[in-house]
């Protein structure tokens, strides 16, 4: 049976079940942070060690300024009132992405970031204005800048998942099928999983399910 290291998520499916039960895509945002916590303590439940989570990529940007600042309150309070717990569960929150965001914001991110350092339970990795091709250019530009050579095991060294293994599984949430600029590079061999449901929809028995399907696969990572 395989073993599970790492679960990465694309938690899609906010915005539609938020207008389709509240008239609101931001109300959709705020029932998928409620999931959020919920698939972090199964992940602690379940002994897994890394989990990221796709919570801004680089692309929502283009979203209605509104919507941007709903997230990023949403955020702020998580951070403010959650912190303590995370340090009390043995959490460790990392960010992955470039934190350009408002002083205030870099500051509290910074700060989650020390405060949980070492914490060695589970490590959340929180993708927040993430690109995964940005990603790959800046490790080729710091390989190119410290005059090493282009090789798998530079590149992986130079990316914000450095000193972590690659995802094991990858879950999408929202019923569709693609990848949208996240780990292209750390999710080469993972497993791939499409959900139908919105992510507020999405409950502990789905992960469950999936984690266990993951185990019986049979992971040949280009061998027979
Ligand atoms: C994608 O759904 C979801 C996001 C862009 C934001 C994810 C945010 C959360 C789960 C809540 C906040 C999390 C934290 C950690 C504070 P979508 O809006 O693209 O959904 P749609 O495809 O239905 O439009």
């Known amino acids: 049976m395989n ?90 929150l990392k960010i992955i992405g470039k934190k350009n965001f408002s002083s205030k914001l870099n500051k509290l991110l910074n700060l989650s970031e020390k405060k ?39 590149i992986s060294k130079n990316l914000y998942t450095k000193t972590i293994p690659d995802p094991d599984i990858l879950i999408r949430t929202g019923n569709t099928k693609r990848l949208s600029n996240f780990l292209l590079w750390q999710l080469a061999y993972s497993e791939i999983f499409f959900e139908k449901k919105l992510w507020p929809d999405f409950i502990e028995k789905d992960y469950i399910r999936i984690l266990n399907n993951f185990k019986k696969i049979k992971r040949n990572f280009g061998n027979i």
């Open 3 to 92: 073993s599970i290291k790492h679960v990465a998520i694309i938690m899609d499916g906010n915005g539609r079940w938020g207008i389709k039960y509240k008239k609101s895509r931001n109300l959709g945002h705020k029932e998928g942070l409620k999931t959020v916590e919920k698939i972090i303590k199964a992940t602690l439940k379940n002994k897994i060690k890394y989990l990221t989570l796709y919570a801004f990529s680089t692309e929502n940007w283009k979203r209605p300024k509104k919507e941007i600042n709903f997230l990023f309150n949403l955020l702020e309070n998580f951070l403010l009132n959650k912190i303590s717990d995370l340090i009390k569960q043995n959490i460790k």
């Open 116 to 154: 949980t350092i070492q914490n060695s339970k589970l490590q959340i990795n929180l993708a927040l204005n993430y690109g995964s091709k940005s990603e790959i250019i800046s490790a080729l530009n710091e390989i190119k800048k410290n005059k090493l050579k282009i090789s798998e095991s530079n």
